[in-house]
Every structure is written in C-alpha cells, then in structure tokens.
C-alpha cells in the first residue's frame, strides 16, 4: 500500500475571548480541518507544514517547541487505497487576516469548544484535545510572543454563510 506523507499546523491565537483554533473548510468534501499538504522530495516536516499554511491560509506561525504529533488513517483515490501520515505542529499565529487558497471554501477562529465540534474527523479531535492540554501545561510559562493586535475579529468570523 502507498502511503502518503503530509504535514500541518494546529495554528491558535490568544485575544480578548480567550484561546481560538484556525479551522479550514475543504472545497473538496466541504469537511472541516486544520491546515495541511503534502511534504514535497527534499523538504522537512516543519517547511512543509509552513509552506501549506501560507498556501492555505496567507498567514504565518511561530511553531511552538515540543509538540509533534501524527495521524495515521487510510483512505480511497479512485480504485486505489492509500495510507496517510500526517505529521501535526502548533503554532501560534504572527498574523491574523486568513487569505483562502482555492482549496478551501471557509474559515473560522473559534474556541476550543466550538472548534472541536466543527471538527470533521474523530481523529482530528482527538488531535485538538492533545494540543489543548499540551498549552495548559504551558500557560505558567512566559510567552515570547507578543500580543496581537486589538480588536481580534470576533468569534465565527469568516466567510461562513
């Protein structure tokens, strides 16, 4: 069986509401998940993972260090079946305004709560519950980032009709 490889990014942000997750929805199967794409010949996990999400979303991330996680799942293209692995990073958004590549048909900023329902897959939940503990553990750590600009958008903002 052929496998697959991609990588993606569980990007976040922290405003006034809180901590929101960036979802994105598909223009193929109109499913709702986080930013990712194949790893191309001579590209590392992490440049992949970049590259797709400025492709996907025109924004950038400061990846945060330490959490790397991967999902295995397979799945049909035409007759054949294939394996996919993708490889997950968090990264805290540097930028805010979500510039939509032809892949995708919507966006969304949204709590953890909402964000988890609106996610398409079991496995991509249970993604979002790893990195949401995984940032608890950090919260009594410093942040190097600095805030982002205010007034954020507020919840639900999109193009979502």
């Given at each position: 069986?052929?496998?697959?490889?991609?990588?993606?990014?569980?990007?976040?942000?922290?405003?006034?509401?809180?901590?929101?997750?960036?979802?994105?929805?598909?223009?193929?199967?109109?499913?709702?998940?986080?930013?990712?794409?194949?790893?191309?010949?001579?590209?590392?996990?992490?440049?992949?993972?970049?590259?797709?999400?400025?492709?996907?979303?025109?924004?950038?991330?400061?990846?945060?260090?330490?959490?790397?996680?991967?999902?295995?799942?397979?799945?049909?293209?035409?007759?054949?079946?294939?394996?996919?692995?993708?490889?997950?990073?968090?990264?805290?958004?540097?930028?805010?305004?979500?510039?939509?590549?032809?892949?995708?048909?919507?966006?969304?900023?949204?709590?953890?709560e909402r964000t988890r329902q609106r996610l398409s897959y079991e496995n991509a939940q249970e993604l979002l519950d790893r990195a949401e503990r995984f940032l608890e553990t950090l919260k009594s750590l410093p942040s190097?980032?600095?805030?982002?600009?205010?007034?954020?958008?507020?919840?639900?903002?999109?193009?979502?009709?």
């Open positions: 069986m052929h496998t697959e490889r991609s990588a993606g990014v569980i990007v976040f942000r922290d405003g006034h509401a809180g901590r929101e997750y960036l979802l994105l929805r598909s223009a193929s199967g109109g499913h709702w998940g986080f930013p990712k794409g194949r790893v191309e010949p001579g590209e590392d996990e992490i440049a992949a993972a970049l590259r797709e999400l400025h492709e996907e979303a025109g924004i950038t991330v400061e990846i945060v260090p330490g959490f790397r996680e991967v999902l295995h799942y397979g799945f049909a293209r035409g007759s054949k079946n294939l394996h996919k692995e993708v490889v997950y990073f968090l990264g805290r958004a540097r930028s805010f305004a979500v510039q939509l590549s032809g892949e995708h048909l919507d966006y969304l900023w949204a709590s953890y190097s980032s600095p805030s982002p600009p205010s007034p954020l958008p507020s919840e639900g903002e999109g193009r979502e009709g």
